[in-house]
């Protein structure tokens, strides 16, 4: 992994973007800088998830949501807008965005079965430790390598353009792990309607389970069941799988 800066004499290196000042990332609405600011708000989470893990209950399950919504509504955004323009303008943006790609797919994946399982189950601290690791090495290979490549090729404005774009899609991307569903466009960006439809009113139920303490919670469950069955058949649509490399197809 390369790890010294580009400078001014172009050494053709580059470094981290984890301990540069934001004006250096290209401001605050940088891709780079708004990356940054949400992998750190990531770890306080995953944080509050494992403090969370030994009681268990509604506080833990609300940690991991709060992961998860994070989590899959930043990585569709930079599968949308990111990576494209990454495999755009980078001669070896294919292979890195390939490798990322492949953990995301991991993390749906991994967080598709914490899902199901409970707090009490045996192989649940496991598998969340897992998916929490996967999502470290996700960050760090954006962190010290896809990104600052991109901030040795694009301008200083270019990188707040590409921020904008990642950040307004990310307010409407799903907000859930959709593993069958292609990570490369069309079939990404053509998902992205659809699912947030259905993930949305997902979440809306399950905050509303949380205000009022489960106890309408036969009714909300049934509904998310429904919704869940629709985005599992969204998913599986064939259109929505174009465009997956072999290395991520489910
Ligand atoms: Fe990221
Ligand atoms: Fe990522």
């Known amino acids: 992994m390369v790890v010294a800066r580009h400078d001014a004499a172009g050494t053709g290196a580059t470094a981290t973007i984890a ?15 708004r990356q940054r600011a949400d992998h750190a708000r990531l770890d306080r989470l995953m944080a509050r998830a494992r403090q969370t893990a030994e009681a268990g ?27 494209p323009a990454a495999r755009r303008v980078l001669p070896e943006g294919d292979p890195l965005t390939l490798r990322i790609e492949t953990d995301h ?22 598998l969340m430790e897992r998916t929490f690791a996967v999502l470290d090495h996700d960050v760090r290979s954006e962190e010290d390598d896809l990104l600052p490549r991109l901030q040795q090729t694009l301008t200083p404005r270019e990188l707040r353009l590409l921020g904008w774009q990642w950040q307004l899609v990310r307010l409407i991307s799903p907000t859930r792990p959709h593993p069958v569903v292609s990570r490369r466009p069309p079939g990404q960006i053509l998902s992205g309607l659809p699912l947030t439809v259905l993930d949305r009113p997902r979440d809306l139920l399950q905050k509303l389970d949380e205000l009022t303490r489960c ?26 799988q174009r465009g997956e490399p072999p290395e991520t197809s489910r």
């Not at 506080?59 to 949308?80: G, I, P, S």
């Not at 106890?215 to 064939?238: C, K, M, W």
């Open 57 to 83: 209950g509604i506080a833990h399950q609300v940690a991991l949501r709060a992961v998860a919504r994070l989590v899959f509504t930043h990585a569709f955004a930079e599968e949308a807008v990111l990576f």
């Open 19 to 33: 301990d540069q000042r934001t004006e250096e990332l290209g401001g605050q609405t940088s891709i780079l800088a």
């Open 105 to 126: 797919q991991e993390v749906d994946e991994l967080v598709t079965r914490l899902d199901r399982s409970s707090s009490t189950d045996p192989e649940h601290r496991e």
């Open 215 to 240: 106890r309408f919670n036969g009714p909300l469950s049934a509904a998310d069941h429904l919704l869940a069955l629709s985005a599992d058949a969204v998913e599986r649509r064939p259109l929505l």
